[in-house]
């Protein structure tokens, strides 16, 4: 096999590709990955709960640093719509509150999440939590790179990722 990049581009290519290091949002792609898989009605209407914002304080020192819908606790809205939150904003509290409606335990969840990138061959990726704030939710950029590839082949998710804003009410 050539390497079709070749001399100093095919260095740089695959420079630091099996090095671990922390990959924050890549997270919530594979959040909404297995959050789709539990087959959710997009048009049903979910309670948010201030404890799912508060999962999220686990991972930063100070919780104003992290990217949140500003919800109260008791807030309803469509799963839709927090789904869209979590990939166009990249909002943390959505993406708990997902978890946490999607129907299994926020621990199978995790594992979940844990599982699908090992089955695609991303090996050396570790998930801890669903938002992508805690720095030990680590990967390779060989294993993003396989990760992005698989998960962006989703339709909904290419559509998250790709709108320029969604707004709701």
Same mark, same amino acid.
């Given at each position: 096999?050539?390497?079709?990049?070749?001399?100093?581009?095919? $260095?740089?290519?695959?420079?630091? @590709?099996? &090095?671990?290091?922390?990959? !924050? *949002? %890549?997270? #919530?792609?594979?959040?909404? =990955? +297995?959050?789709?898989?539990?087959?959710?009605?997009?048009?049903?209407?979910?309670?948010?709960?201030?404890?799912?914002?508060?999962?999220?304080?686990?991972?930063?020192?100070?919780?104003?640093?992290?990217?949140?819908?500003?919800? $109260?606790?008791?807030?309803?809205? @469509?799963? &839709?719509?927090?789904?869209? !939150? *979590? %990939?166009? #904003?990249?909002?943390?509290? =959505? +993406?708990?509150?997902?978890?946490?409606?999607?129907?299994?335990?926020?621990?199978?969840?995790?594992?979940?999440m844990?599982?699908?990138?090992?089955g695609?061959?991303?090996?050396?990726?570790?998930?801890?939590?669903?938002?992508?704030?805690?720095?030990a939710?680590?990967?390779?950029?060989?294993?993003?790179?396989?990760?992005?590839?698989?998960?962006?082949?989703?339709?909904k998710?290419?559509?998250?990722?790709?709108?320029?804003?969604?707004?709701?009410?």
């Open positions: 096999n050539a390497n079709i990049y070749g001399g100093i581009q095919g $260095d740089l290519y695959e420079k630091n @590709k099996d &090095k671990i290091m922390p990959i !924050a *949002s %890549l997270t #919530k792609l594979i959040s909404m =990955s +297995v959050f789709l898989d539990t087959n959710p009605d997009f048009e049903k209407v979910v309670t948010y709960s201030i404890e799912d914002e508060a999962k999220t304080w686990e991972h930063v020192e100070n919780k104003y640093s992290a990217m949140r819908l500003k919800l $109260d606790d008791g807030d309803q809205l @469509k799963i &839709k719509d927090l789904f869209y !939150a *979590s %990939l166009i #904003k990249s909002t943390n509290n =959505s +993406v708990e509150t997902l978890a946490r409606v999607s129907g299994i335990s926020r621990v199978e969840f995790i594992s979940r844990n599982s699908k990138v090992q695609w061959g991303a090996t050396s990726t570790v998930f801890v939590e669903p938002t992508g704030l805690a720095p939710n680590v990967s390779t950029a060989n294993d993003y790179a396989i990760i992005s590839s698989r998960v962006l082949q989703n339709p998710i290419l559509e998250a990722t790709t709108l320029k804003q969604y707004k709701f009410e």
